[in-house]
């Protein structure tokens, strides 16, 4: 109950952040940060990082949630350690050497930036797929099967709605961490947010430098409310 | 009618679970497969619906064996109630019922008449008990749910693998009767697993006792493998009780010898469908002699200490490859 208040309160706390970043931004600007922390421009930086993150997240679910489901069938449950191993080396590797480890194959631009955060976002959410079907009791995975579902039935009926709450937690880490991450896309050219906090620190203009904090924050609070919310109600359909 | 040959389970290189079972079970009738764990009885159990395959040996449904029929398809005609029911905790009721009714295609509104009626059956008012889920239920109610479900494409073979041991002695006993109840009229052939000699004994028509190491020790009626035991082990597990147990399937019928002329019309009376366990607690908290057994008010005979020995030493001696028709749940 208390978490569903929440749920609906974000949205404005949200709001008013956003709103209080913009008058700060332009309040008592001059010229110079003016031209940098126009409305339109922000609202570009903002879409940039927001295309750098959905990209990148989608590609990670879309290789590492087929990459989980392998890893927990029986044939190929040994498949299982080294696949996380690969995973973990994605994730404990800095970004910023991902990103110039892919910078040297891709070059600059919206391309390198989306590898470097895809291989960074992997692991929560191969991680969590595995600990959310392997979660499944047996028991329960046996009854389908003696019941006479296909492994595909017993998979889509059974185990995936079983797992979804653990699976969703996934993949809003995974989403949450690449809000952040992706303030480092600017050091390849890809732009968003990141290029007002680096515009700032090399102007020694600190108004450019926390406009661009500020916004990745709360960018970072609304993606993790949006996936939130959606798991509420993806996991409430399925009480009623 | 399912028929075991040889059927034997090893798991690597080890021991047996299951080692040359050969057993038929009519169709119609319970059979229990009952014996201490490690007997292999749920091994034995899943070789019917292929959860288990067997290492050498088959297992036949009507003289066909299950290795050649698709496991998806066999599994659907075959009703399973499993230990702790394992009802999908997502589901509600309704639709945990509707299980293999949606699988087989069936349109909605068959699938909707067929989980009413089954609830009926069960004895959950559908409107009360349709959309709750399984956290929302009772031991016992979760248990009625799982048998509704096991029933609902109406499959001719039903297993069951500890279906009452998950709830209290109360509503496993309640449980019990209405699984006679239901056998009765439906009569499916049905293969129960059980480490309970009492519960076996009460719904079995008959009995596979298994051994560690999956031997089968004795398969016959309850009646047999109380009255003749086949093995040590056999007569170990049923226990010290099992004379007094011999008691509750025979009825005073069984014992009735005649009414002595001018008998004291004085001391306990029973119906001839009691069992002779009753009659034998009519005579220990009485002074009576006899006890005597009256049939809408016509005096049938008397029920004595004497009569009692008779009729167990009778019992045993008889043939009783077939069930008695006349026990007393």
Same mark, same amino acid.
């Given at each position: 109950m208390r978490s569903r208040l929440k749920l609906l309160m974000t949205p404005f706390l949200l709001a008013a952040g956003a709103v209080a970043v913009g008058i700060s931004a332009h309040r008592g600007a001059d010229v110079a940060e003016l031209g940098v922390l126009a409305t339109g421009t922000l609202a570009l930086r903002v879409r940039e990082h927001l295309a750098l993150c959905a990209v990148s997240t989608v590609l990670a679910v879309a290789v590492a949630v087929p990459a989980g489901v392998a890893a927990t069938r029986p044939a190929l449950r040994r498949l299982g350690p080294p696949l996380l191993f690969v995973a973990n080396v994605g994730q404990s590797v800095p970004t910023i050497a991902v990103l110039a480890l892919a910078f040297s194959v891709t070059g600059i631009g919206f391309r390198t930036a989306v590898i470097g955060l895809w291989a960074y976002s992997l692991l929560p959410v191969l991680r969590n797929t595995v600990a959310g079907l392997a979660g499944v009791d047996p028991a329960i995975v046996e009854a389908a099967r003696g019941m006479g579902m296909s492994p595909a039935q017993v998979l889509r009926r059974v185990e995936f709605p079983l797992a979804w709450p653990v699976l969703v937690a996934g993949i809003r880490t995974a989403a949450v961490v690449n809000v952040g991450t992706a303030a480092l896309a600017t050091f390849v050219g890809a732009g968003g947010l990141g290029t007002l906090i680096t515009v700032g620190l090399d102007n020694q203009r600190d108004r450019i430098l926390y406009t661009g904090a500020a916004l990745t924050a709360l960018l970072a609070l609304a993606v993790d409310w949006a996936i939130a919310a959606l798991a509420e109600l993806t996991t409430a359909n399925r009480r009623s | 009618m399912i028929r075991y040959e040889e059927a034997t389970k090893r798991y690597g290189?080890?021991?047996?679970?299951?080692?040359r079972l050969t057993l038929e079970v009519p169709a119609g009738q319970t059979c229990v497969l009952v014996g /201490?764990? *490690?007997?292999g009885k749920t091994t034995a159990l899943k070789m019917v619906n292929r959860l288990v395959e067997p290492t050498s040996g088959r297992v036949l449904i009507d003289g066909r064996?299950?290795?050649?029929?698709d496991p998806v398809t066999l599994r659907r005609g075959i009703g399973y109630v499993i230990q702790q029911v394992g009802l999908f905790p997502h589901l509600d009721v309704a639709a945990n019922v509707a299980t293999v009714p949606r699988l087989l295609g069936w349109d909605r509104r068959r699938i909707d008449a067929r989980v009413d009626e089954l609830l009926d059956l069960v004895g959950l008012e559908p409107a009360t008990y349709r959309h709750r889920k399984p956290d929302e239920l009772s031991g016992g109610q979760r248990q009625r749910v799982g048998v509704a479900r096991a029933l609902a494409a109406d499959p001719p073979i039903l297993l069951m693998d500890e /279906?009452? *041991?998950?709830?209290?002695p109360v509503t496993r006993a309640r449980l019990q009767d209405e699984f006679l109840r239901l056998q009765r009229t439906l009569r499916r052939t049905v293969v129960l697993v059980t480490h309970d000699i009492d519960e076996a004994l009460r719904l079995g028509d008959r009995l596979a006792v298994l051994a560690t190491g999956g031997r089968l020790e004795q398969y016959g009626t309850p009646a047999d493998v109380l009255a003749r035991p086949a093995t040590p082990f056999v007569a170990d597990f049923v226990g010290a009780g099992r004379t007094l147990r011999r008691l509750d399937l025979l009825s005073a019928r069984d014992a009735l010898s005649p009414c002595a002329p001018g008998a004291d019309a004085g001391g306990p009376v029973l119906p001839p469908t009691a069992s002779l366990s009753d009659a034998m607690a009519a005579l220990l908290t009485s002074d009576a002699p006899a006890v005597r057994v009256v049939e809408a008010g016509l005096p049938l005979g008397v029920v004595s200490l004497e009569s009692i020995r008779a009729a167990l030493r009778r019992d045993a001696a008889a043939a009783t490859d077939e069930p008695s028709g006349d026990r007393v749940s």
């Amino acid at each position: 109950m208390r978490s569903r208040l929440k749920l609906l309160m974000t949205p404005f706390l949200l709001a008013a952040g956003a709103v209080a970043v913009g008058i700060s931004a332009h309040r008592g600007a001059d010229v110079a940060e003016l031209g940098v922390l126009a409305t339109g421009t922000l609202a570009l930086r903002v879409r940039e990082h927001l295309a750098l993150c959905a990209v990148s997240t989608v590609l990670a679910v879309a290789v590492a949630v087929p990459a989980g489901v392998a890893a927990t069938r029986p044939a190929l449950r040994r498949l299982g350690p080294p696949l996380l191993f690969v995973a973990n080396v994605g994730q404990s590797v800095p970004t910023i050497a991902v990103l110039a480890l892919a910078f040297s194959v891709t070059g600059i631009g919206f391309r390198t930036a989306v590898i470097g955060l895809w291989a960074y976002s992997l692991l929560p959410v191969l991680r969590n797929t595995v600990a959310g079907l392997a979660g499944v009791d047996p028991a329960i995975v046996e009854a389908a099967r003696g019941m006479g579902m296909s492994p595909a039935q017993v998979l889509r009926r059974v185990e995936f709605p079983l797992a979804w709450p653990v699976l969703v937690a996934g993949i809003r880490t995974a989403a949450v961490v690449n809000v952040g991450t992706a303030a480092l896309a600017t050091f390849v050219g890809a732009g968003g947010l990141g290029t007002l906090i680096t515009v700032g620190l090399d102007n020694q203009r600190d108004r450019i430098l926390y406009t661009g904090a500020a916004l990745t924050a709360l960018l970072a609070l609304a993606v993790d409310w949006a996936i939130a919310a959606l798991a509420e109600l993806t996991t409430a359909n399925r009480r009623s | 009618m399912i028929r075991y040959e040889e059927a034997t389970k090893r798991y690597g290189g080890g021991p047996p679970a299951v080692d040359r079972l050969t057993l038929e079970v009519p169709a119609g009738q319970t059979c229990v497969l009952v014996g /201490p764990s *490690g007997g292999g009885k749920t091994t034995a159990l899943k070789m019917v619906n292929r959860l288990v395959e067997p290492t050498s040996g088959r297992v036949l449904i009507d003289g066909r064996d299950v290795a050649s029929t698709d496991p998806v398809t066999l599994r659907r005609g075959i009703g399973y109630v499993i230990q702790q029911v394992g009802l999908f905790p997502h589901l509600d009721v309704a639709a945990n019922v509707a299980t293999v009714p949606r699988l087989l295609g069936w349109d909605r509104r068959r699938i909707d008449a067929r989980v009413d009626e089954l609830l009926d059956l069960v004895g959950l008012e559908p409107a009360t008990y349709r959309h709750r889920k399984p956290d929302e239920l009772s031991g016992g109610q979760r248990q009625r749910v799982g048998v509704a479900r096991a029933l609902a494409a109406d499959p001719p073979i039903l297993l069951m693998d500890e /279906p009452f *041991g998950a709830v209290d002695p109360v509503t496993r006993a309640r449980l019990q009767d209405e699984f006679l109840r239901l056998q009765r009229t439906l009569r499916r052939t049905v293969v129960l697993v059980t480490h309970d000699i009492d519960e076996a004994l009460r719904l079995g028509d008959r009995l596979a006792v298994l051994a560690t190491g999956g031997r089968l020790e004795q398969y016959g009626t309850p009646a047999d493998v109380l009255a003749r035991p086949a093995t040590p082990f056999v007569a170990d597990f049923v226990g010290a009780g099992r004379t007094l147990r011999r008691l509750d399937l025979l009825s005073a019928r069984d014992a009735l010898s005649p009414c002595a002329p001018g008998a004291d019309a004085g001391g306990p009376v029973l119906p001839p469908t009691a069992s002779l366990s009753d009659a034998m607690a009519a005579l220990l908290t009485s002074d009576a002699p006899a006890v005597r057994v009256v049939e809408a008010g016509l005096p049938l005979g008397v029920v004595s200490l004497e009569s009692i020995r008779a009729a167990l030493r009778r019992d045993a001696a008889a043939a009783t490859d077939e069930p008695s028709g006349d026990r007393v749940s």
